[in-house]
């Protein structure tokens, strides 16, 4: 029953998509899969309208559903018999038990489907300021929600299998229409058989589904060049802005798709940039609603914000752009062969150079100019699957390419079908490499029971269960490592998704790890004087992070009390300067961003109040800053006090370890889930009853221990 429930629930959302496709492209496309992605980018905008509604239920979207089949009365005409279809079939039915299968992808039970939960739950958007993935723009996920509210986890993967399915048929389509069958045939097989697409569009991720979109955009443009069609024109727009709205990195596509109509009808291209708009604003409206940031989580430098600093933004940029590689001279070998970042697609890609043989073609010139704009933001992210976008032009151009020679191209692809072939894969990949294991034919149609398979298959899903039967609904639990958030209703915080939860995980540490402990001290001395605030400045660059447990201004032995009526600044992370004069040496005031000149922490006084001395308690894991003191004179001038500090060692504080415990409590947090390889597990361990905090479940080194 569960598995029929799963079929119909993606087969509802396909022939959702497919009505309102048609409904807009009528017969100036006929095309199945131009129509069920074109339709894909209007359902994803109407989901979108209801959550901002707070009308996300089941019902709701059932409603749509029936009423678009029902005018549109969708039909698709099946595929004339061919020898190709056979290669294709065989993957087909084994793609299709592994979308039917439990979700067990680490992105998609993390954060895709997540947020999806979330939102079902609360039946709309809510404000999600402690996971940056809530930012990114989830055109995609919106159609996730739809089959997830009917089906849930597997129907999501299944509505990625078919952006696969439609992918395939469009690039076969298409080179059929434009007079090479044969190359486009080798083409969608390569596409379809590729390691990484496999078991990327098998799976709740959305990057089979960029690509889907990319190459219908390109289909349609072609279309509307001959045709001049409205609907057409329309869905170019759209899918433009979809492009956008389903990943960052298909920002191009606005470019790409205006420029092409402008080169054809300046006009039109004003109506192309109009629906782009509307797919794309409600995503950067949203984002400056919840976070100041239209395009969060990136450019903080120019939106400013509490909950992305700058400086996880640099490092994120950094290590997405190499990951774990020496150098990007690996890539090539990494992403068809290896596939130790984020899959492989496949050894016949080492010749995808050969695709620049179809510059000879205007087809081919078109193709590879497609393939330039969705690869464009490639080496942002390095990864296999962020490969899969440009893929489908390369590899058409590639057999295009070497058309001259059919014979090649078929044994190409047939030669990808069989070294693509799940077994065969480990035999050259790396044991580690991202694909398709064993088949998983019972899990699929749920004669095996899904837990047991998330438990072997999914890391992380034990430590759900354990949430789930240990902590009331509504709890929040903070935790070092991601756990697959999509199956535990519980509020997840994980320490490296926002600026808070980094604070918060600096915060445990400095009772577990000696480098954050604030046993640091900087004294400022100078003579006495009356001051109307004092500034201390960051002279230095480097990698360090300043951060500041207390600052104290003395008047001799006295210091002076803090006052309500206290002006307290901070650049460049102006949020949470009050914890640098909260008199708790568990919090601390964080610069935001790694050690540049001019970063200050200033104090204003409401008057004038006399000091010769200013003490700065902090951690010794910044030795790189390098400090100087300011003072603010009556004049309302800043002037130089003191060149540098006198550094000293103080003992670690007495009850530090029950001091963050109710520092964390005061932040929100209920339960830490802490894994055993996690920084400061093992005091934890050995120190419960010191911390004050109480263990109410472990399963397979993990730990999850209850705040008083």
Not at 275 to 296: D, E, G, R, S, T
Request: net charge positive.
């Amino acid at each position: 029953m569960q598995a029929l429930t799963i079929l119909a629930s993606a087969a509802f959302t396909a022939a959702t998509c497919l009505a309102l496709g048609a409904l807009l492209l009528g017969d100036a496309c006929r095309d199945a899969g131009a129509r069920f992605v074109t339709g894909a980018a209007i359902l994803s905008l109407v989901v979108f309208a209801l959550c901002s509604a707070g009308l996300a239920y089941p019902v709701a979207f059932f409603a749509i559903g029936a009423a678009a089949i029902a005018i549109a009365r969708p039909r698709v005409a099946g595929p004339l018999w061919s020898w190709w279809l056979l290669p294709f079939a065989v993957y087909f039915v084994i793609y299709l038990a592994f979308a039917m299968a439990p979700e067990a992808s680490p992105d998609g039970a993390g954060y895709h489907l997540g947020l999806v939960q979330r939102y079902l739950g609360a039946h709309g958007f809510v404000a999600i300021t402690d996971n940056f993935y809530a930012a990114m723009p989830g055109g995609v996920e919106m159609l996730f929600l739809f089959a997830f509210a009917f089906g849930r986890h597997s129907a999501a993967a299944m509505v990625h299998f078919t952006f696969l399915v439609a992918l395939a048929w469009q690039i076969y389509s298409y080179a059929r229409r434009a007079g090479f069958p044969v190359a486009g045939a080798s083409a969608a097989l390569l596409i379809f058989a590729s390691p990484a697409v496999g078991i990327d569009g098998t799976s709740a991720y959305n990057d089979v589904a960029l690509a889907a979109i990319a190459f219908t955009l390109f289909h349609l443009l072609q279309i509307w060049i001959a045709d001049r069609a409205p609907g057409v024109l329309c869905a170019v727009g759209l899918l433009a802005g979809f492009a956008f709205a389903s990943k960052y990195t298909a920002w191009p596509a606005v470019i790409y798709a205006v420029g092409m109509v402008a080169w054809k009808n300046r006009r039109a291209a004003a109506w192309v940039a109009a629906f782009a708009a509307i797919m794309i604003a409600p995503w950067l409206l949203k984002n400056w609603i919840y976070l100041q940031n239209p395009v969060a989580p990136f450019f903080n430098r120019w939106f400013p914000n509490p909950y992305v600093s700058v400086a996880f933004e640099d490092t994120y940029r950094r290590l997405m752009a190499i990951y774990q590689l020496r150098s990007r001279w690996q890539l090539p070998m990494e992403v068809t062969t290896y596939g130790t970042i984020s899959g492989l697609l496949g050894p016949v890609f080492l010749l995808s150079p050969l695709a620049l043989l179809a510059l000879r073609r205007r087809e081919g010139r078109q193709l590879l100019l497609a393939a330039l704009v969705f690869g464009l933001n490639y080496f942002s992210n390095v990864a296999a699957r962020f490969l899969i976008p440009p893929l489908p032009f390369v590899t058409l151009a590639m057999m295009l390419g070497i058309s001259a020679i059919p014979q090649l191209a078929v044994v190409l692809a047939l030669l990808h079908c069989v070294i693509s072939w799940p077994a065969l894969v480990p035999r050259y990949a790396n044991h580690e490499a991202w694909r398709l294991a064993r088949i998983p034919w019972k899990e699929a149609l749920r004669i095996k029971p899904e837990a047991p398979y998330l438990e072997s298959h999914l890391a992380g899903y034990a430590a759900d269960r354990l949430i789930e039967r240990n902590t009331p609904p509504g709890a929040t639990i903070f935790t070092f490592t991601p756990i697959p958030e999509a199956y535990t209703s519980r509020h997840i915080r994980v320490e490296y998704q926002a600026a808070p939860n980094q604070i918060a995980g600096k915060i445990l540490w400095t009772a577990t790890q000696p480098e954050y402990a604030p046993t640091l001290r900087l004294r400022f001395t100078f003579p006495r004087r009356k001051l109307h605030g004092v500034r201390v400045v960051q002279t230095a660059t480097g990698d360090d992070f300043w951060n500041v447990h207390e600052l104290r201004i003395l008047d001799g032995e006295h210091e002076l009390p803090r006052a309500a009526n206290w002006r307290l600044t901070a650049k460049p992370y102006p949020w949470g300067v009050q914890d640098a004069f909260d008199n708790s040496l568990a919090t601390f005031w964080i610069c935001g961003d790694t050690l540049k000149p001019g970063e200050f922490l200033a104090v204003e006084f409401h008057g004038g109040e006399t000091a010769d001395a200013v003490v700065i308690e902090t951690a010794p894991n910044q030795p790189g800053a390098r400090l100087r003191l300011e003072g603010l004179d009556d004049t309302g001038r800043w002037q130089l006090l003191a060149a540098a500090p006198q550094p000293s060692e103080a003992a670690r504080p007495l009850g530090l370890r029950r001091a963050v415990i109710a520092e964390l409590k005061h932040r929100g947090i209920d339960y830490l889930l802490v894994f055993d390889r996690d920084e400061g597990a093992n005091d934890l361990r050995l120190n419960t009853d010191i911390w004050g905090l109480r263990v109410v479940g472990e399963d397979k080194g993990a730990r999850l221990y209850q705040l008083p």
